[in-house]
């Protein structure tokens, strides 16, 4: 027996006294077991984050491609309306200048041509009727002061068929009666050529009647 104060208890029973009570042991726990927490948050952990990044790019990526398709369609739209516009005003405007330069281009042609100039025609054939033919013709073109000179024209020269002018001023309306007359040979003359008037015409054996 103790010898000091307290009461007894179990623990101070003696060896007489009966079965000392026995405490109870618990076994030893594994030191794996410490780790599998660490383990599980370290698996686990990245796991859910890269399954929250993945999600999150999947949902951006797919709005913004389809907001990019659905941008780029209008954008492709209005670039191929605006390609045809351009394309139907530039055939328009292409039109409109070939029409209003066929205008222009007569205008040049006949535009300086003075068809009330006084124009002569003289026969140096012995074809009859062929400077009175020649002058119905450019009557018939426009030309007002057409006069056809009796008889036969009796000088040598010129050789062929020729249009004389008076002067650079009447150039352009001598060109316009050799092309109607067929008659390429288009030259100024003198006082002696041209008989007084302003364009003479003078046919001769190579001139035919067109």
């Not at 405490?23 to 859910?48: E, T």
């Not at 062929?130 to 040598?156: D, R, W």
């Amino acid at each position: 027996m103790s010898n000091y104060d307290y009461p007894e208890d179990e623990f101070d029973v003696g060896d007489d006294d009966g079965p000392v009570p026995v405490g109870v042991h618990r076994a030893q726990v594994p030191r794996w077991r410490s780790w599998v927490p660490l383990l599980a948050i370290i698996i686990i952990v990245p796991a859910l984050a890269w399954g929250a990044v993945t999600l999150f790019l999947n949902g951006s990526g797919g709005s913004g491609s389809s907001d990019a398709v659905s941008s780029s369609q209008p954008a492709q739209g209005g670039q191929a309306g605006g390609k045809k516009n351009a394309d139907s005003k530039g055939d328009k405007g292409d039109k409109g200048g070939a029409a209003s330069a066929k205008p222009s281009a007569s205008a040049s042609a006949s535009g300086n041509v003075d068809f009330n100039t006084g124009v002569s025609v003289a026969n140096g054939t012995n074809t009859d009727g062929l400077a009175k033919g020649a002058s119905e013709k450019l009557t018939n073109g426009g030309f007002t002061a057409v006069e056809v000179i009796p008889g036969i024209y009796e000088n040598a020269e010129p050789a062929q068929s020729t249009v004389y002018f008076s002067s650079p001023q009447a150039r352009p309306a001598a060109e316009e009666v050799g092309k109607r007359l067929g008659i390429s040979n288009v030259v100024e003359g003198t006082a002696e050529n041209t008989q007084g008037a302003s364009i003479a015409v003078i046919l001769r054996d190579d001139y035919k009647p067109q």
